[in-house]
């Protein structure tokens, strides 16, 4: 009935997972509403229908869901790092981020996806999270596509490694979350949705820190990424996936007319 540090802001609405806090003239109680209806549903969708793990602690306590003041990065996720709370995620949303339509219905379940991976221990690279993160939000809401515009971010550096990762380099940053296309071919023409969870599932089995890529996990879950690399690679030049026409344009570069090319 309360969170693992109380109460943290002068107003709070709580839910059966969450507790909603913001300060006085931050936000209006009704987006504060808003946005505790939609990650209770983001926990009910991701945990109790699609099999993500529940957070850390949350068997015990709300998470705290603070709304900051500010416009910031829009969200974030992290986690407590000492006392009973060790261990267990919050999430930060700028108010800003309740002023563009609809955007924090896709951003509640983002940023709780950030705290399902956390339960899996860090031998994903960071990429990899947000990548993910990305994803998952055409799954809880499928008519909002807010994360198209996110896939220009690898669709316009084609050339970048898969594994590139930044937080101050912004092409590089951008490419991280573009690298959603990723989990689109895995869900789309490999295992669905479930290898996806299957893949953080291996990770947690695994020591190391920002170690591991999906390719590591589908190798050692039986696939062959080289292979899976080709086609996915093949499949990108028109971004053959169900959601086809909310896929950012492709930056034509040049035409081939016979083959091969060099």
């Known amino acids: 009935t309360t969170t693992c540090v109380g109460q943290q802001g002068d107003k709070k609405l709580d839910g059966e997972y969450f507790s909603v ?16 209806e939609v990650l209770e549903y983001s926990y009910e969708r991701e945990v109790d229908e699609l099999g993500w793990q529940r957070p850390d602690k949350m068997n015990q306590y709300l998470m705290l869901a603070y709304i900051q003041s500010g416009g910031g990065s829009g969200a974030y996720t992290t986690i407590f790092t000492s006392g009973s709370c060790s261990g ?3 999430i930060v949303a700028y108010a800003s981020g309740f ?3 609809n955007w924090y219905r896709s951003m509640a379940a983002h940023e709780f ?23 998952i939000e055409e799954d809880i ?3 909002d596509n807010w994360w198209s515009a996110y896939i220009g971010g690898y669709s316009d550096n084609p050339w970048l490694a898969m594994n590139v990762s930044s937080q101050s380099n912004y092409t590089e940053f951008n490419h991280m979350y573009g690298m959603a296309v990723l989990g689109f071919y895995i869900d789309k ?7 996806v969870i299957d893949m953080w599932e291996w990770a947690e089995n695994r020591s190391g820190y920002y170690s591991y890529g999906p390719d590591d996990a589908l190798d ?3 696939y062959d990424w080289d292979t899976l690399y080709d086609d996915f690679v093949t499949r990108n030049t028109i971004m053959e996936y169900d959601d086809q ?18």
């Open 21 to 36: 806090q913001w300060n006085d003239g931050v936000v209006s109680e009704s987006k504060a509403e808003d946005f505790l």
């Open 88 to 90: 267990m995620p919050y």
């Open 99 to 101: 002023s563009s339509g």
């Open 113 to 135: 996806n950030h705290a399902s991976q956390f339960s899996y221990d860090y031998a994903f690279e960071f990429w990899w999270w947000e990548a993910t993160a990305t994803y």
């Open 141 to 143: 809401y499928p008519a």
């Open 189 to 195: 023409y490999v295992g669905g949705h479930d290898l």
């Open 220 to 222: 050692s879950l039986g």
């Open 245 to 262: 026409m909310y896929f950012p344009d492709i930056d034509v570069e040049d035409t081939v007319r016979s083959v091969p090319d060099s």
